[in-house]
Nanobody
Framework: VQLQASGGGSVQAGGSLRLSCAAP????????MAWFRQAPGLEREFVAG????????DYADSVKGRFTISRDAARSTVFLQMNSLNPEDTAVYYC??????????????????WGQGTLVTVSS
């Protein structure tokens, strides 16, 4: 499963960005998706995830209420809408996928497929 992440960039605090992650159409309907991020010097952390059915989503406490994960089956794409960004959100964001299952996993080890990462920089 090859993932293509895009949408990163530089914004000022309080701004918004939308990340996209395209997955192969033939597997998308059976794929749970998630976003992780890694800031310099820190471990990769879970940001948000959504089940293959789209019926369940989960968020890290640090982004709850500001970020929204969604998926568009017609475009085989998952999105991460990020609002009210602050400098602590600065990181490389990775999309991840796992085949099967219908729950959101927060641990990176459950995801077998990863995108290349897209940099988000938030200035104060």
């Amino acid at each position: 499963v090859q993932l293509q992440a895009s949408g990163g960039g530089s914004v000022q605090a309080g701004g918004s960005l939308r990340l996209s992650c395209a997955a192969p159409e033939r597997t998308f309907s059976r794929t749970g998706m998630a976003w992780f991020r890694q800031a310099p010097g820190l471990e990769r952390e879970f940001v948000a995830g959504i089940t293959w059915s789209g019926g369940t989503s989960d968020y890290a406490d640090s982004v709850k209420g500001r970020f929204t994960i969604s998926r568009d089956a017609a475009r085989s794409t998952v999105f991460l809408q990020m609002n009210s960004l602050n400098p602590e959100d600065t990181a490389v964001y990775y999309c991840a996928a796992r085949l099967g299952g219908n729950m959101v996993y927060r641990a990176a080890r459950y995801y077998g497929y990863w995108g290349q990462g897209t940099l988000v920089t938030v200035s104060s």
